[in-house]
């Protein structure tokens, strides 16, 4: 069964250095939980294929796990794992 | 030389935005439908799914419904789509400045001597991937020695592809193709070339003048050419857009320039001008642009940011010679210069050292050119040079300086 996926809005912790780069450090998912980013592994302009927008891509670890975070028009999602 | 132009189409402009937007509509068919009034909407755009089912832009939505029962209507998102044609745009200035867009969706560019040695169909391939993976939408383009092919071409082979066409072979592809296909020929040009036999754009460019001239007046005769590969029309300029503030000078030369050596004494005596004015005006740079027309009066603008704001004319002469050594190919001899600053900041506001900057090194250098500027000014321009800029210079005997300054600019 083919997995789906879907768009989640999330806030995002950032630090912006003074050329402006900015790094998510942290995100709160939908339950409540804050999630750390342990490293930003890469950022490219990306079009996110499996929940569609696109913007700016950051490849970013989280416990242990690398994800997907992108930033689209100031507003920041995830690309989630449908649960069912 | 040849031009080399492309034509990058976005396929199915409005339906693939809304497909790429919400992916739970990719596998079915889709109709973006105007709803001036909710019953006499009509189909604006569709996806090749729809299109399968005969699904065809401007037709009723109930016609089309008829067609495909489960077809999927959607309200436009204007927004969206020109949000889109916008970073489409974006790509291509990564390639060109001599961009023309031609309705939202589908652009000329004119590479020629942007290329660094690449082909045509290299670049547009590259372009055709970039914008599937930053956009998630797909362009076909085509790529020719000029605008009507080129357009041509992306019409071609969609969605999602390149084809070349080439004037050494241009009369196998094109040719054959029904004149209806040529950008100029509408539907009652179609028509009257059809009553006189001419079916194809080969037929169109075999026609004799006086025929054409009578079926469409001066008109026809521009098709016939068209037809030929012969359409020198160029792809206007993209506006440049410019920093809010700049400071710049450029020259045009008498001789054209042949190497970098005397690019860079040019660079240097615009850049001490520019120094001049930055001082003069209390402001710094935080970047440097340069634009260069050579003699066939293709210009190409570059601009880079400094580590460090400055008012330093050798810093900006470096920035400047640095940009042009990486992007000019020397395809041709140049004929002006331009240098700019730009990312303008006031020079009392106090600059961030990093660990690697050498804050020593970097006040000699200031206190070198304010030493400089001084003399400059109390005995005349040419009263202190580089000793770069005794050689004898290629610059214009009553100095042309133009000043590229839009409004709002320092002067
Ligand atoms: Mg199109």
Same mark, same amino acid.
């Given at each position: ?14 630090? !912006?250095?003074?050329? *402006?780069?900015? @790094?998510?450090?942290? &995100? ?7 999630? %750390?980013? /342990? ?11 499996? !929940?569609?927008?696109? *913007?700016?891509? @950051?490849?970013?670890? &989280? ?7 992108? %930033?689209? /028009? ?11 | 030389m040849d031009r080399i132009i492309l034509h990058c ?83 291509y200035s990564r390639y060109t400045d001599r961009i023309e ?6 652009c000329w560019l004119d590479i020629t001597g942007c290329t660094r040695g690449r082909s045509g169909f290299e670049i547009a391939?590259e372009i ?13 383009v085509g790529v020719s020695f000029n605008k009507i092919f080129a357009k041509?071409g ?8 390149i084809?070349v066409i080439e004037r050494a072979?241009f ?58 590969g012969e359409d020198y029309s160029p792809v206007t300029h993209q506006?440049y ?50 634009s260069i027309r050579d003699n066939e009066l293709f210009s190409k603008e570059w ?24 992007g000019y190919g020397w395809a041709r001899p140049i004929r002006s ?75």
């Amino acid at each position: 069964m083919e997995k789906r996926f879907y768009k989640v809005y999330v806030p995002v912790t950032l630090d !912006v250095d003074s050329d *402006g780069n900015i @790094y998510p450090r942290s &995100i709160v998912w939908e339950d409540g939980h804050v999630y %750390e980013i /342990d490293r930003l592994k890469y950022r490219c302009r990306a079009a996110s294929t499996k !929940v569609g927008g696109c *913007g700016m891509r @950051y490849t970013v670890m &989280i416990e242990g796990k690398e994800t997907y975070l992108f %930033e689209e /028009d100031g507003r920041w999602f995830v690309e989630a794992k449908d649960a069912s | 030389m040849d031009r080399i132009i492309l034509h990058c189409d976005m396929n199915n402009f409005y339906a693939s935005v809304e497909c790429m937007l919400r992916p739970e509509l990719r596998d079915k068919p889709v109709a973006v439908c105007g709803s001036v009034e909710e019953r006499h909407g009509i189909v604006l755009a569709k996806n090749y799914k729809a299109k399968a089912y005969g699904v065809k832009t401007a037709e009723a939505i109930w016609q089309a419904k008829q067609k495909c029962p489960n077809l999927v209507i959607v309200e436009p998102h204007y927004e969206q789509y020109l949000r889109f044609s916008k970073l489409a745009r974006e790509i291509y200035s990564r390639y060109t400045d001599r961009i023309e867009p031609y309705g939202m969706d589908e652009c000329w560019l004119d590479i020629t001597g942007c290329t660094r040695g690449r082909s045509g169909f290299e670049i547009a391939d590259e372009i055709r991937r970039t914008v599937k993976f930053e956009l998630g939408l797909t362009i076909s383009v085509g790529v020719s020695f000029n605008k009507i092919f080129a357009k041509l071409g992306s019409d071609l082979k969609k969605p999602d592809a390149i084809t070349v066409i080439e004037r050494a072979s241009f009369r196998e592809i094109v040719w054959p193709l029904d004149a209806s296909e040529m950008l100029g020929v509408g539907r009652s040009t179609t028509r009257k070339l059809l009553y006189y036999g001419i079916h194809t754009i080969g037929e169109l460019a075999n026609a004799p003048e006086e025929l054409l001239k009578h079926i469409a007046g001066k008109n026809g005769l521009a098709l016939k050419r068209y037809a030929s590969g012969e359409d020198y029309s160029p792809v206007t300029h993209q506006d440049y857009v410019m920093p809010i503030k700049s400071i710049g000078h450029g020259i045009t030369t008498i001789q054209d320039l042949e190497n970098s050596a005397e690019v860079w004494s040019i660079m240097l005596e615009l850049s001490q001008d520019i120094g001049s004015k930055l001082m003069k005006n209390k402001k710094r740079a935080g970047g440097v642009a340069i634009s260069i027309r050579d003699n066939e009066l293709f210009s190409k603008e570059w601009q880079c940011q400094l580590s460090l704001p400055t008012q330093s004319p050798s810093y900006i002469a470096k920035a400047a010679f640095e940009l042009f050594v990486r992007g000019y190919g020397w395809a041709r001899p140049i004929r002006s210069v331009t240098v700019r600053a730009i990312y303008l900041t006031d020079s009392d506001a106090p600059i961030q050292y990093n660990v690697w900057t050498d804050p020593e090194k970097l006040e000699k250098r200031e206190r070198l050119d304010l030493a400089v500027e001084a003399i400059r000014n109390r005995f005349g321009k040419d009263a202190i040079r580089n000793a770069v800029l005794l050689m004898p210079m290629k610059l214009p005997e009553e100095r042309r300086v133009e000043l590229v300054m839009p409004t709002g600019m320092v002067s």
